[in-house]
């Protein structure tokens, strides 16, 4: 992330964060250190809170959406 950090979620061996950039990340917690896998973009405001459910992951941003 190039910006905060406002959010972080865990399901299985992946860590989600979201970010002030604007982006959210896809952590490999099996990696050591965790390995970045994916830099998910499309929102066009801070991304505050992650949560996974089952197979989905949602987030909330200042875009709001």
């Known amino acids: 992330h190039t910006d905060y ?4 979620a865990v399901a ?5 964060s979201s970010s ?3 982006t959210i990340r896809v952590w490999d917690l099996s990696q050591s250190p965790p390995l970045s896998l994916h830099s998910l973009t499309g929102h066009t405001g ?5 949560a996974v459910s089952g ?11």
């Open 55 to 65: 197979d989905r992951l949602y987030s909330s941003s200042g875009d709001n959406t």
């Open 20 to 22: 002030a950039d604007e």
């Open 5 to 8: 950090v406002w959010g972080l």
């Open 12 to 16: 299985g061996d992946r860590l989600y």
């Open 46 to 50: 801070n991304l505050y809170a992650l």
